[in-house]
T-cell receptor
Framework: KQEVTQIPAALSVPEGENLVLNCSFT??????LQWFRQDPGKGLTSLLL?????REQTSGRLNASLDKSSGRSTLYIAASQPGDSATYLC??????????FGGGTRLMVKP | DTEVTQTPKHLVMGMTNKKSLKCEQH?????MYWYKQKAKKPPELMFV???????INESVPSRFSPECPNSSLLNLHLHALQPEDSALYLC????????????FGPGTRLTVT
């Protein structure tokens, strides 16, 4: 059974810092990995999707990498802003459109 | 348009009530999903519909009854729920083919009293 772990569980940084969120998974036979953002009490916003054949994806200040063989992905956020404060979730699809989520990283960016 | 809409936003129901949650998308997606999310936990998959047919039921109790009346609409019928069923219920949609993003709605916050 796929298990997805996110470290750290919580992170507080001053505005402007570059930061890295980590995601690891136990079964490397995945179709893709998706990073989401969730604001308190809200739905999930898709940030980046990395196919199993890809090594990274970029969108604005966000860059996600994937090392399938080692079961790891990282989400890099450049020049963090208070508006980036949210919970970040990674989710792995290894059964065809069935996502297994990590526990999330709660990020707070202080002004 | 990458929007998934869900109604109602909030729902409070007693254990003997019958209610329904509604989800709609107009992206032409033929796969639709229900997830349950408890506070400070990640979402957990409940059901998957593919081409309007139920393809996955993750051992969900029968007091939750999904329905997909057409390719744009997904319902979740609720009956005789328990207080521990209180949660955020999220709907998502995607292309049926593997490898596409799932798009999530804002969720329905359900409280069972």
């Amino acid at each position: 059974k796929q298990e997805v772990t996110q470290i750290p569980a919580a992170l507080s940084v001053p505005e402007g810092e570059n930061l890295v969120l980590n995601c690891s998974f136990t079964d490397s036979a995945i179709y893709n990995l998706q990073w989401f953002r969730q604001d308190p009490g809200k739905g999930l916003t898709s940030l980046l999707l990395i196919q199993s054949s890809q090594r990274e994806q970029t969108s604005g200040r966000l860059n996600a990498s994937l090392d399938k063989s080692s079961g790891r992905s990282t989400l890099y956020i450049a020049a963090s802003q208070p508006g980036d404060s949210a919970t970040y979730l990674c989710a792995v699809d290894n059964a065809g459109n069935m996502l297994t989520f990590g526990g999330g990283t709660r990020l707070m960016v202080k002004p | 348009d990458t929007e998934v809409t869900q109604t109602p936003k909030h729902l409070v129901m007693g254990m003997t009530n019958k209610k329904s949650l509604k989800c709609e998308q107009h992206m032409g997606h033929r796969a639709m999903y229900w997830y349950k999310q408890k506070a400070k936990k990640p979402p957990e998959l409940m059901f998957v519909y593919s081409y309007e047919k139920l393809s996955i039921n993750e051992s969900v109790p029968s007091r939750f009854s999904p329905e997909c009346p057409n390719s744009s609409l997904l319902n979740l019928h609720l009956h005789a729920l328990q207080p521990e069923d209180s949660a955020l219920y999220l709907c998502a949609s995607s292309q049926v083919q593997v490898g596409y993003e799932q798009y999530f709605g804002p969720g329905t916050r359900l409280t069972v009293t």
